[in-house]
């Protein structure tokens, strides 16, 4: 996990001012990146941008950030992991270009380069969100990763500066930002129990839809807020429901069998490209299905025992350490327990606030940081089975919404008519 923030501010402003609020800015989320911290500045457009780096890949100096591209065009800071890059760096040696480092953000930065923003992102495998400042062009790109697994907000300062960061704190670092909390995303917060994008909790404060990108000229810079339209702004580069269309649509013409043998080879394609780190990598294993896979699949790829790390309860209805160890001695796993009770998870409830930046109504939020914080003492990257459910229909809702598909066919076509929501609310969502 690293961090990046950046501020534009609508006239030319002094390099050193410029400099000294990224670093405030990235000191904001200097828990997200503690290995490096960096900044960039172009005074003439009145733009920082501000980097705190946890090394994953080539943690030399080589991978500093914010990195420009060889060419002085393009500068970049970058959240995340780019899983094929060994693959892109290949592509881009076969066209002439030459790297210097192992890191993989060098070949995002050569890519964008040669490719743009749009189609190296769609040429790229990986978790990421980004900044990237054109500066022949004069213009400002956020993106996601596809299913928007690294955060990235964005807004307007009273100043009319535009302000974004990995974390809502990097955007309180700047004097503009008044902080209000906004009574709309309070609302879909107690009615989805989250808050989905583009709203977040601070009024005038967006967060930039997955798979989305976000492009800025000179001319909506200084527009500001008032001209802006976070719905309509951000652009789709990739969406699930067309990914899913497209599948539906190719179909598959093999047997059951051949069904599980393509989907083993994806998901140990998948664990091979995540267990590259140059730093040590474990699991969180729960004993539930998917962080057995997960761990199973990590352990079948490893030279020797993966650390993997649960949590147990003194409460045993809460409690599934059982099931967790007894995984962790199949596979021979090195094996660590942290055993909690209602103490300590009441304990932790006045920090959620600061590491979780936005609220939502999750309990697992709770275990979930107590387990984050015993593996690293230990690791520094570490595999989950989180999006298992959500990918192969492991809540029992989504049974439940078949079924009531089902039932809804059987209405006839008047009632059911009257019964169907505002579709606007549907997409505005």
Known sequence: MCGIAGTWFPEARDDDALHALGARQA??????????????????????????????????????????????RWVVVFNGELYNHHALRAELEALG?????????????????????????????????????????????????RLGKKPLYYGWTDDGSLVFGSELAALRAHPGLRPKVDPDALALLL????????????????????????RLDTAARHAGATAFDPIAAPRRWWSALEAQRDAIARGFDGSDAEAMDAL???LRDATALRREADVPLG?????????????????????GPVRSF????????????????AVARHLGTAHTELRVDGRA??????????????????????PTAL????ARRHVTVALSGDGGDELFFGYSRFARTLRNEAWLRRLPRAALASRVPDPGEAARL
């Not at 294993?285 to 699949?297: C, F, K």
């Not at 959620?352 to 999750?362: S, V």
Request: glycine share 8%; hydrophobic share 45%.
């Open 283 to 303: 699991t969180f294993l729960s004993g539930g299905i998917d962080s057995s896979l997960v761990t199973a699949l990590l352990q079948a790829q490893s030279p």
């Open 27 to 72: 000191e904001a989320i200097a828990h997200r990146g503690p290995d490096d911290a960096g900044t960039w500045a172009d005074p003439g457009a009145g733009l920082v941008l501000a980097h705190r780096r946890l090394s994953i890949l080539d943690p030399s100096p080589d991978g500093h950030q914010p990195m420009p591209s060889r060419d002085g």
């Open 97 to 145: 270009e030459r790297f210097h480092s192992r890191s993989d953000t060098e070949v995002l930065v050569a890519a964008i380069a040669r490719w743009g923003v749009e189609a190296t992102l769609a040429r790229g495998n990986g978790m990421l969100a980004l900044a990237a400042w054109d500066r022949k062009q004069r213009e400002l790109w956020l993106a996601r990763d």
């Open 264 to 266: 083993d080879v994806l």
């Open 310 to 325: 649960s949590i147990g309860f003194d409460n045993a209805v809460h409690d599934e350490s059982a099931h967790a160890a």
């Open 191 to 214: 009615r989805f129990d989250y808050i989905p994008a583009p709203w977040s909790i601070l009024r005038g404060v967006h967060k930039l839809p997955a798979g989305s990108l976000l």
């Open 371 to 374: 387990l984050c914080a015993l």
């Open 345 to 366: 998870a009441l304990d932790l409830v006045p920090k959620l606030p600061r590491i979780y930046d936005e609220p939502f109504a999750d309990s697992s939020q709770v």
